[in-house]
């Protein structure tokens, strides 16, 4: 019984490395991703709504999402992501910090909702009063694009595609 738990968790263990190899490699054929030269935070900080993303299992259902960050003393973000469940209409809320790898622009941000888990959150496009934002990660699976209306002008978001497009991140997968 022992050698058959051992052979099951090796088979395991190889089949994540394996896994994760694979994505590795992917990334790594990827161009560097590059964010925007520099973030105030100050200006950041407020209300932000999800005019599109790429959909993942913990947004999975969700309508009508927005992110609230505050500036904390510390230099950290107190990070509240909203949203509406489509099939209940419950609000759903996920509290976390972010906090910057980047102190000279603060564009690459490591956010977190539970320990010890954490995310990037870079900041790759800008409107230059703040308007709009998108995020995303090195690794092109993560992707937001974000305004402070809960509306964006057409002309707006198609040069942020044409612009993602760049980057190599997969704006098919976009769901608005």
């Given at each position: 019984?022992?050698?058959?738990?051992?052979?099951?968790?090796?088979?395991?263990?190889?089949?994540?490395?394996?896994?994760?190899?694979?994505?590795?490699?992917?990334?790594?054929?990827?161009?560097?991703?590059?964010?925007?030269?520099?973030?105030?935070?100050?200006?950041?900080?407020g209300v932000w709504h999800e005019i599109a993303r790429?959909?993942?299992?913990?947004?999975?259902?969700?309508?009508?999402?927005?992110?609230?960050?505050?500036?904390?003393?510390?230099?950290?973000?107190?990070?509240?992501?909203?949203?509406?469940?489509?099939?209940?209409?419950?609000?759903?809320?996920?509290?976390?910090?972010?906090?910057?790898?980047?102190?000279?622009?603060?564009?690459?941000?490591?956010?977190?909702?539970?320990?010890?888990?954490?995310?990037?959150?870079?900041?790759?496009?800008?409107?230059?009063?703040?308007?709009?934002?998108?995020?995303?990660?090195?690794?092109?699976?993560?992707?937001?694009?974000?305004?402070?209306?809960?509306?964006?002008?057409?002309?707006?978001?198609?040069?942020?595609?044409?612009?993602?497009?760049?980057?190599?991140?997969?704006?098919?997968?976009?769901?608005?």
């Amino acid at each position: 019984m022992r050698s058959l738990f051992i052979i099951m968790t090796t088979a395991i263990c190889i089949s994540v490395l394996l896994i994760t190899v694979r994505k590795s490699r992917a990334a790594s054929n990827l161009p560097p991703l590059i964010t925007v030269p520099h973030v105030d935070l100050a200006r950041y900080v407020g209300v932000w709504h999800e005019i599109a993303r790429i959909d993942h299992s913990f947004q999975k259902g969700c309508i009508k999402s927005s992110a609230t960050y505050t500036l904390l003393p510390d230099g950290e973000v107190e990070v509240i992501n909203r949203c509406v469940n489509e099939k209940d209409g419950r609000l759903r809320e996920a509290k976390g910090r972010a906090w910057s790898v980047d102190p000279d622009g603060n564009a690459r941000l490591k956010v977190s909702f539970f320990w010890p888990f954490r995310g990037d959150y870079w900041i790759v496009d800008l409107g230059k009063d703040y308007e709009y934002a998108v995020v995303g990660a090195p690794n092109r699976q993560y992707l937001w694009i974000l305004a402070r209306q809960p509306v964006m002008d057409e002309a707006i978001y198609k040069g942020i595609l044409e612009r993602l497009k760049t980057q190599g991140f997969p704006v098919e997968l976009l769901v608005r």
